[in-house]
């Protein structure tokens, strides 16, 4: 409604925030969304899978420079690899942040898909890739979870030859936002420097903590 010239909105609660939804809840949301075509005259953004990362690379304060350096030169080689990427889904509306992390129950027991503001039209890959690392790189979903993941969605990721290259994208992504919590929390350094470090020498990211 408008109220005094001012656009007003109201929102209803999804649920307490801690009730989760699961992976299969996961991958029946984002099929539904990507079935969906745009209305006319909606025009979303572009997604950018690098908005903002050199910024926050930049402003990362506690970071050694010589580290700094290594994430901003892992992003233009990135950003080269994307560009030659050739997608298998058909582009569209993405959420941009699909994880089970975003999730959550509403009052009446049904999984919503909260944190919009990555919502962009861009390939459907996408919002698959997390799900698939989550299993894939760091365990933090079983090869079972993974499974009905791709059964409820229909396609798997990982058998894509880009797979790799979002993965990539994703991970140094993680690790830039590590970095620039080094000096406010108390975890980030330590989480940093073995990121970081399993980004230097191609080591294991089991041990990467859920943060």
Do not use: C
């Not at 009052?107 to 919503?112: E, L, T, Y």
């Not at 994703?170 to 399993?198: C, H, L, S």
């Amino acid at each position: 409604m408008v109220v005094d010239g001012r656009v007003v909105t109201f929102w209803t609660a999804a649920g307490s925030g801690d009730d989760y939804g699961t992976v299969t809840d996961l991958a029946a949301i984002p099929r539904r969304l990507h079935g969906l075509a745009a209305p006319v005259g909606l025009v979303l953004p572009e997604l950018d899978p690098f908005a903002r990362v050199d910024a926050r690379i930049r402003a990362s304060g506690n970071v050694a420079e010589r580290d700094r350096g290594f994430l901003l030169d892992r992003v233009v080689e990135l950003r080269k690899k994307y560009a030659d990427l050739s997608f298998v889904l058909p582009v569209g509306p993405v959420h941009g942040d699909a994880n089970v992390g975003n999730v959550l129950r509403d009052g009446s027991g049904r999984a919503v898909l909260i944190d919009l503001d990555g919502f962009a039209h861009g390939p459907r890959e996408w919002d698959l890739v997390l799900t698939a690392m989550y299993a894939d790189s760091y365990g933090w979903q079983s090869g079972e979870e993974y499974r009905a993941f791709v059964d409820g969605y229909g396609f798997d990721v990982m058998a894509w030859a880009g797979y790799p290259v979002l993965r990539d994208i994703r991970e140094t992504m993680m690790v830039i936002w590590v970095g620039q919590n080094v000096g406010a929390e108390p975890r980030a350094a330590a989480e940093f420097g073995k990121r970081i470090a399993a980004l230097r020498l191609g080591a294991s990211r089991r041990d990467w903590a859920l943060l």
